[in-house]
């Protein structure tokens, strides 16, 4: 497995707003975070079994003039106050739609970093988020996805889910039953998930 430079560890590369916690719109202080339910459970039971947990966040906020890349740190430090972990690596994105950007989902960029720097097996690496943009992070990358909603699976976002239908990727009602499945999978992640 390593001959090629690959490495062994399994990883979530998680979105953050209406995938971790509801999106109130532009968050940018702290109190306004919650958890979603079940993912501070899932998550735990994730790094327990020995999978790296990644956030990458699109926080077009910051570029839009709406609030400063520190007051999303500290946004971010709640969520792991609240989670009770802390992450692997955490990539805030904080360019607006259409500006360049390295790291900017759809980008592939910080996922192929971390596989490339932290030993990780990209046949079991995940990303997990609620727009198509998170899914196409995950194909560019070369790696599984997983489309989630906030509890059911009827919220899915429309055009995501045509979006992950039409690509193999399966859908689910909420981050931590994402995540909980992907745990409970032993073999080739893609071929799981995207049998074509
Ligand atoms: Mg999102």
Known sequence: MCEDGGGSKPAFFLDRDDTLVPDAGYMSRPEQLSLLGGVREALLAAKAAGWRLYLLTNQS??????????????????????????????????????????????????????????????????????????????????VAAALVARGSTRALRPDAAAFAASHGVEAFPSAAAAVAAFVGKRDDLRGAVRPD
């Open 61 to 142: 906020g910051i570029g839009r003039g709406y609030y400063t890349m520190a007051d999303a740190v500290v946004c971010n430090g709640r969520l792991e106050e609240l989670l009770g972990l802390r992450f692997d690596g955490i990539c805030i994105a904080p360019e607006k739609p259409g500006e360049p950007s390295r790291y900017r989902k759809p980008s592939p960029a910080f996922v192929l970093e971390r596989i490339a720097a932290d030993g990780l097996d990209p046949e079991r690496c995940v990303v997990v988020g609620d727009k198509t943009s998170d899914i196409e992070c995950g194909l560019a990358a070369g």
